[in-house]
């Protein structure tokens, strides 16, 4: 497949799933922007790897729909659109049942849902609202 005319933007795509989406993509000509939340390090690895050029890396929390948006905004900016987005961000925290208390538990399970459900959703409405 030739995704040479495409602006690709992959939540998560430092490490992993994601920095395999990135290749996988780049390989075949697409225009990769590289979403992170903390570890800077590993996304420009991950984008000094990538073939081709005119990548990009942008730090954004998706579960914070300000951050999701403005994320969106930079990428639409600097590619010129958007047509393809890999919603990969997620987490996993470890909080034991029987080893944490409840408030811990809760938070471990909001922050959880935050990025690995709402996140996406944000990424998708801003998305769509330049797809459109």
Request: aromatic share 6%; net charge neutral.
């Amino acid at each position: 497949m030739d995704f040479s005319k495409n602006k690709v933007l992959i939540t998560g795509g430092s490490r992993g799933i994601g920095k395999a989406c990135a290749q996988a993509f780049a390989a075949r000509g697409a225009q990769i922007a590289i979403n992170f939340h903390s570890n800077r390090k590993a996304a420009q690895e991950t984008l000094d790897d990538l073939p081709g050029g005119a990548h990009m890396l942008i730090q954004a929390d998706v579960a914070q729909p300000n951050s999701a948006q403005r994320m969106i905004d930079m990428v639409v900016q600097e590619f010129g659109g958007l047509d393809i987005v890999v919603n990969n961000a997620g987490i996993s925290q470890k909080h034991p049942v029987d080893a944490v208390d409840y408030e811990t538990w809760q938070q471990a399970w909001q922050r959880i849902l935050a990025i690995n459900l709402v996140g996406p959703a944000n990424v998708m409405y801003w998305a769509v609202q330049h797809m459109k």
